[in-house]
C-alpha cells in the first residue's frame, strides 16, 4: 500500500500542491502515505470540531472531567488543543512525564510527527515490537496493570494493542484492576468479556457526564 501510495504521490497532478510544500518531508517510502493522512486528519479535525454535534460535547466533557490520563490510537490532537493533555508518542517523550499534570499517550503516533504515524500492517508489526521492548510500552504496561481503565469510542481490535493487553492479563493472573469499556452496542459483548472487560451499554457522552455528575454530588468535583 504505502509503497503503491508512493508512486502516485510523486507523479500525480492531484497531489502537485501537498508534493511541493512537504516533498522535503519524504524521507522514507512511507513518508508520501503519512504526510497525506497526517494533512487530512488536520482539515477534517478543524471542521469536525468547528461544528456544534455530539463529538463536540464529549470532548469538552472529558475536558471538564478529573482525569490526568488518556490512551489513544487516534493520531489527531483533539486531546492537546482541547483537553490541554499533553502528549507523550515517542520514548524520548518521557522525560517530561512527571512535568505533565494531563497525559495522553498516543501509541499510534501522532499528525505532528509523520514517522510516528502506524498506518500499515508493517507499521502494525513493528510497533508491536516497540510497544513490547521500548520505554512507552513499558509505561503503557504499568498503566494497564494498575489503573482502572475505561475505553471509550474504542473498538479493541488494533493487534498491537490487544497483544499488550492480553500479555497483561496474563502476567497479572486477575490481580490486575478492574476495567469497563463503555459501547453503544450489545453485540460485542462476549469479546470484551472473553479480555475480562465488564460492558457499560450506554453513549459514551452520556456515559462521561453521568460520571461528571456523579463525582460532583459525591464532592469529588467541583461543579461548573
Given amino acids: 500500500m504505502a509503497e503503491d501510495y508512493r ?13 511541493e510544500k512537504l516533498k522535503h518531508k519524504a524521507i522514507s517510502k512511507s513518508s508520501p502515505l503519512k504526510i497525506s493522512i497526517s494533512e487530512y486528519v488536520k482539515d477534517i479535525s478543524s471542521s469536525k470540531f468547528s461544528e456544534d454535534n455530539e ?6 466533557e472529558l475536558k471538564k472531567a478529573n482525569i490526568d490520563g488518556i490512551i489513544t490510537t487516534n493520531w489527531d490532537n483533539y486531546f492537546e488543543e482541547y483537553c490541554n493533555a499533553t ?10 512525564w512527571e512535568s505533565s499534570d494531563r497525559k495522553v499517550l498516543k501509541i499510534h503516533g501522532s499528525i505532528n510527527n509523520y514517522g510516528s504515524i502506524i498506518a500499515s ?5 513493528r510497533r508491536e515490537k516497540t ?31 490487544i497483544s499488550i493487553y492480553k500479555f ?5 493472573q486477575g490481580l490486575h484492576k478492574q476495567s469497563y469499556i463503555v459501547t453503544p452496542f450489545d453485540d460485542g459483548k462476549e469479546h470484551y468479556q472473553k ?5 457499560i451499554v450506554t453513549d459514551g457522552t452520556f456515559f462521561i457526564n453521568q460520571l461528571k455528575k456523579h463525582a460532583i ?5 467541583l461543579s461548573d
Fill in 217 to 221: 454530588e459525591s464532592d469529588i468535583l
Fill in 55 to 60: 463529538f463536540n460535547e464529549e470532548i469538552m
Fill in 121 to 125: 500492517s508493517s507499521d502494525y508489526k
Fill in 195 to 199: 479480555l475480562g472487560l465488564i460492558p
Fill in 7 to 19: 508512486e502516485f504521490w510523486w507523479s500525480s497532478e492531484k497531489m502537485k500542491q501537498e508534493r
Fill in 168 to 172: 497483561v492479563l496474563k502476567q497479572m
Fill in 87 to 96: 502528549p507523550f508518542v515517542t520514548d524520548d517523550d518521557l522525560s517530561f
Fill in 131 to 161: 510497544l513490547n521492548k521500548g520505554v512507552l510500552g513499558s509505561v503503557l504496561k504499568t498503566i494497564l496493570a494498575t489503573k482502572t481503565i475505561v475505553f471509550i469510542g474504542y473498538s479493541l481490535s488494533d493487534p498491537d494493542f
